[in-house]
């Protein structure tokens, strides 16, 4: 009996890709100045090791992980601090962050050019070298990379999986790193599977892609125990519990992790971070993200340093377009919508999205059909009209029962819901509340 490469729910959003899937890697001109926050990851902030005036020079540690879970963050410019303040973050709030002016080229803290083989480091060496890399997982939920690679006693871990998958809509810069880096991807999958021991992986990318699907099987011809799984297209394939399901036939159980059912899953920019943290013992200093959309007037794959600015970006891409209406830290499904583009790319920003008004625009919300059409396609299996419903009435414990926390705000309720019901924004704000009500309890 064949697999079913395939998970439960999903939709088809337009995919938007055009714009920039065949536009190679451009490296942007160093900015004059950078907004770091020590806050780019799930887990624990990292603490500040440098204050206002002091001088430091790439790839400087600027702060400190206090706990296990939590990595440092390191200078991305050569130059002056010039403070050390809570600024605009772009996933909201206001997150205290290290400003530097750069006041040269770079002048690197290490030597960054000579290379290690990974068959003269331990593996508690090679965790240590992506630990004090600052290595967060590079496809936008952050976690950090060395936490997901030490499994608890009792967990094994049997097969990995590389997710190129880039579901969300516009984005591509997975695309082109898959296409314009693939030795150095496969590179840091090695080195990923030495860590952890497995025999399996699996490298997952929807077959939206085939020139990377096509240039990835040619590099792998002759390695063992490595394949390329070209996916169907929809949407949220690259989301860790779906993906398993597709390429494994596996189930994460609810509140459970991908551990649980013995896989692990890691991005492929987060595989490309690896390999030149491991390698070269560089610190992730920047990274690859795909400006694009309507608003902007030359979509572009850029090649960028932590802490630039959005708006250093959409100028480096020749502007927005005259109808350019809402910028978003991310795709249109998942991502998150600024309030002006004077925040930083951080760790975690795969792509900045602007938008036209016609597209931007929100329309009016209706009251619910009861077509069950959010049901259909929620990859969780949950009731998000009934969880919405419930939050609106602020019967947050009974949301709670209906699988509040097991929702991974993918947007496809949203998507598809006739009545334009706002409900991914309904959940979010269920769980915010949720939180606040037990953690004062606590």
């Known amino acids: 009996m064949l697999l079913k490469k395939s998970f439960k729910g999903g939709a088809h959003p337009p995919e938007g890709k055009h714009y920039s899937e065949h536009k190679p890697i451009e490296t942007a001109p160093l900015p004059d100045t950078v907004v770091i926050p020590v806050q780019q990851h799930i887990g624990a902030p990292a603490e500040p090791i440098v204050k206002k005036g002091d001088y430091v020079k790439t790839g400087q540690p600027i702060s400190k992980a206090v706990k296990f879970v939590s990595v440092p963050c390191h ?47 331990s593996v508690d060496e090679i965790k240590n070298r992506i630990q004090n890399a600052g290595i967060a997982g590079m496809g936008g939920a952050a976690f950090p990379t060395h936490v997901k690679l030490s499994p608890p006693d009792g967990k094994t871990i049997d097969i990995l999986i590389i997710n190129g998958v880039e579901c969300e809509p516009y984005l591509t810069s997975d695309h082109r790193l898959m296409v314009e880096k693939p030795d150095e991807v496969l590179k840091g999958i090695q080195i990923l599977q030495k860590i952890v021991n497995v025999q399996k992986v699996i490298i997952g990318i929807e077959k939206n892609k085939p ?118 830290n991310g795709g249109p499904m998942m991502g998150i919508a600024q309030k002006n583009d004077d925040v930083p790319v951080i760790k975690g920003t795969s792509g900045i999205l602007v938008l036209e008004k016609k597209q931007a625009d929100l329309p009016e919300e209706q009251p619910c059909i009861s077509c069950a059409r959010c049901v259909d396609v929620c990859p969780m ?33 949203s998507f598809i819901c006739p009545s334009k019901r706002h409900l991914v924004q309904y959940i979010k704000y269920g769980k915010s509340q949720w939180n606040k009500k037990y953690r004062k309890a606590d």
């Open 75 to 121: 200078a991305s410019v050569t130059g002056t601090i010039t403070a050390v303040e809570k600024r605009p973050h772009p996933l909201g709030a206001k997150v205290l962050s290290v400003v530097i002016k750069r006041e040269e080229e770079d002048q690197w803290f290490e030597d960054y050019s000579k290379a290690t083989s990974i068959d003269d480091l």
């Open 211 to 328: 020139d990377a699907i096509k240039i990835l099987k040619d590099k792998i011809s002759g390695l063992k125990n490595i394949s390329v799984l070209p996916l169907n297209v929809k949407y949220p394939q690259g989301a860790e519990k779906q993906l398993i399901k597709a390429s494994t036939g596996r189930e994460v159980p609810s509140g459970g992790l991908p551990m649980d059912v013995g896989a692990l899953v890691h991005n492929v920019g987060t595989a490309f971070a690896v390999y030149e943290a491991v390698t070269f013992n560089k610190p992730l200093i920047e990274r690859i993200v795909t400006v694009t959309g309507e608003g902007i007037k030359e979509p572009k794959n850029v090649k960028v340093r932590i802490g630039t600015s959005f708006k250093y970006l959409v100028d480096f891409c020749n502007g927005y377009t005259e109808n350019a209406s809402k910028i978003i």
């Open 381 to 413: 299996k949950l009731l998000p009209s009934h969880i919405a419903t419930y939050v609106e009435h602020d019967l947050i414990d009974d949301a709670y029962k209906l699988g509040l926390f097991d929702c991974m705000e993918c947007g496809t309720c």
